[in-house]
């Protein structure tokens, strides 16, 4: 066992640090950050600057301009780069593009390497299209758009919602359910560019958060025809590749909220150091020293879990154990941290005077997307029965 950090990656993350605080969180008053996201312009803005300071896709390969870091070195840095909740759509490293990067890695062939793969990592947008109102959800088996094999082609037919970054996408990664294969009949994923024909983006959703850029939209796909050059891996193995996505996704998520997390606890660290009230710093209170105690110890264990989870994927295996109890603690953890940074400034935490109130509102839906924290206790608890069972 090693716990000792490389130079190189100490220096990335530190570089990643400073590129931030310098240049990121000035961002954070600028009027083309809104309801959806920041806009395209502010985003490619902030893009050239990630580019000019050497810290642009660090988890993207090197052949197509990226830095190349392994699951457990983006710990380190994608933590620093949610400091600022800007910070991932700054470095390129942010849902949904981050983990399409990866879904893409493993499965695509070369041509779709070279029409999605590499747009991608020089700073395209993409989208992910899975969850559908009435549909696939919590339980992606109740998936009800349809691709039907017919002499045109694949025709596909659905709705999806909560799809971020669908707004102004270079291109979309679509779940659907094949008919007319027979023995292949099942999820299957499709790629298409972006807009297209039988593709209508009925409206956006108004939500909680604001980081992702595109924003959060409900799609329609109106008799839209696709190729079978345009799958993605095999036809009937979609619900296989989209656990190869969402183990690595579901633990940059972690890292990212992570950062922001430890902006929201620093924020209030500060306010509890200097403010005073009944004669002391608010932060000599017990009541106060302890909840800065809690979001040290609960920060600490969050981050030790979700690099050990990293590692485990470094390994070349799947992980989905670890992820998933990794992605629990992480999306409880930040929430439990977030909240209590909130409750010790007081009334203005409740302000924009300080990041925390736009931070809280950010993190709440982690304990939802991903998997929501009770379909990952009930499937752990499911594994801890098995091997009882195995047991008795
Ligand atoms: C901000 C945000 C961004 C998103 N981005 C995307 C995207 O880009 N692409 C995409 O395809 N989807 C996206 N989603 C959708 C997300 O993946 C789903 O919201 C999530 O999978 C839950 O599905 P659902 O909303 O249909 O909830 P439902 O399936 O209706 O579940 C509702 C609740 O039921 C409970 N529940 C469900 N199953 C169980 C169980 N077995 N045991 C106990 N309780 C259970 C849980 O509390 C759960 O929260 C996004 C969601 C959000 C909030």
Known sequence: MEFTIPTRLRDLAARTRSFIEQDIIPF????RWGAHGPDEDMRQEMNALARKAGVFAPHAPTEFGGLGLGHLDRAFVFEEAGYSILGPSALHCGAPDEGNVHLLEVVANSQQRRDYLEPLCRGERSCFAM??????????????T???????????????????????????????????????DGATMF???????????????????SSFAGGHSVIRFDNLVLQKEDILGAPGEGFKYAQVRLAPA???????????ARRAHDTAARYAASRHAFGKPLGEHEGVGFMLADNEMEMRSARLSLQQ???????????TTESSMAKVQCSETIWNV??????????????DETPVERIFREVRGFRIYDGPSEVHRWSLARKVLKQAGRNA
Request: proline content about 4%; some cysteine.
């Open 250 to 260: 579901r633990l940059t998520h972690c890292m990212r909220w992570l950062g922001s």
């Open 146 to 184: 349809t691709a039907e094999l017919t002499e045109d082609g694949y025709v596909i037919n659905g709705r999806k919602w909560l799809i971020t970054g669908a707004r102004n996408a270079s291109f979309m990664i679509i779940m659907a359910k094949t008919v007319g294969l027979g023995e292949q």
């Open 338 to 351: 977030v909240d209590r940074s909130m409750q010790i400034l007081g009334g203005a935490g409740i302000t």
């Open 131 to 144: 969850t559908e109102p009435g549909g696939a959800g919590a339980d992606p088996m109740m998936m009800q």
């Open 191 to 209: 790629l298409t560019r972006l807009p297209r024909e039988g593709i209508v983006i009925e409206r956006d959703m108004n939500t909680m958060d």
């Open 309 to 319: 989870a990293a590692w485990v994927l470094d390994q070349g295996e799947r992980g």
């Open 28 to 31: 954070e008053k600028d009027p």
